[in-house]
């Protein structure tokens, strides 16, 4: 899991209507009827969650808590409609407060993973599977639709690799490139002719306008490699294109460092 910074998190609170406004441009959708995609759940969801309480616990393993983390998870909570607690310990105190007080879902991460639990389902997310089906619908939405089209899957990691079977579901047809050759042979092998793999990524971008950026890479994406008419919903930290073309295709671009898996955690928590 991408750690994410404090820079990247502060903000988040405060900009969310923003946030919001500019994601309707970009797909015609709220970020939470992108969540909602993403789980397949109906309208119903909007009063689920608004019955729905919930507690961020603060984690100190690994490399510690970080600074704005519960904050801004919370404030995505509050968005889409989440009633969230105001969890005063951390770790297992936390956890203990969350319990006792009767939170509905718990949100917890550490360095290697971060999920929502479901206290009286006992269903567990985990945001790398929910953030794949967020940006999947994002990318359908902007896209009008997936079904038949290819779409490029770069970097097959946990997101990644959520990301392709996301599409295959959605009738898509996932061109997948990554760097470790093992991950693309295991690809393959899990999806045989419902997936092609690449080893170049300058040939599989010139085969597709449809890109889900999912390597956590710096500037692999370049103004070359994409055109006015290139799509790119990209989950990855950095974001993977250079500065020129992130000018180039302008809107085309669905991004953010929390936003979209947090709310697609919350809603797929509550309805499965």
Do not use: W
Request: one cysteine or more.
């Amino acid at each position: 899991m991408t750690r994410l910074k404090t820079t990247d998190l502060q903000p988040i609170p405060s900009t969310l209507e923003r946030y919001e406004k500019d994601l309707v441009k970009k797909t015609g959708c709220t970020l939470l009827e992108i969540a909602r995609d993403a789980a397949q759940a109906n309208l119903s969801v909007r009063n689920v969650l608004k019955k729905t309480k919930a507690a961020v616990i603060p984690m100190t393993s690994g490399e510690g808590a970080i600074q704005g983390f519960s904050q801004a998870v919370a404030a995505v909570l509050n968005r889409i409609g989440v009633m969230t607690m105001d969890i005063k310990g951390i770790d297992i105190v936390g956890m203990a407060e969350a319990y006792e007080r009767e939170a509905d879902l718990v949100f917890v991460a550490d360095d290697k993973k971060f999920v929502a639990i479901n206290t009286r389902t006992r269903h567990v997310v985990d945001n790398a599977t929910s953030t794949a089906k967020a940006y999947v619908a994002a990318l359908d939405k902007m896209a009008n639709g997936l079904k038949g089209r290819t779409v490029l899957v770069i970097g097959l990691g946990n997101v990644g690799s959520a990301a392709v079977s996301s599409l295959i579901l959605r009738k898509a047809k996932p061109l997948a490139v990554d760097v470790d050759r093992n991950k693309l042979r295991a690809i393959k092998d899990t999806f045989g002719r419902r997936i092609v793999v690449s080893h170049r990524l300058a040939e599989a971008v010139s085969r597709t306008s449809l890109i889900i950026n999912a390597a956590p890479a710096k500037n692999i994406l370049r103004a070359d490699m994409v055109n006015e008419n290139t799509l790119i919903s990209a989950p990855a930290i950095p974001i993977g294109l250079t500065p020129a073309a992130v000018r180039k295709i302008g809107n085309n671009l669905v991004h953010d460092p929390l936003q979209l898996g947090v709310a697609a955690m919350a809603v797929e928590a509550c309805v499965n």
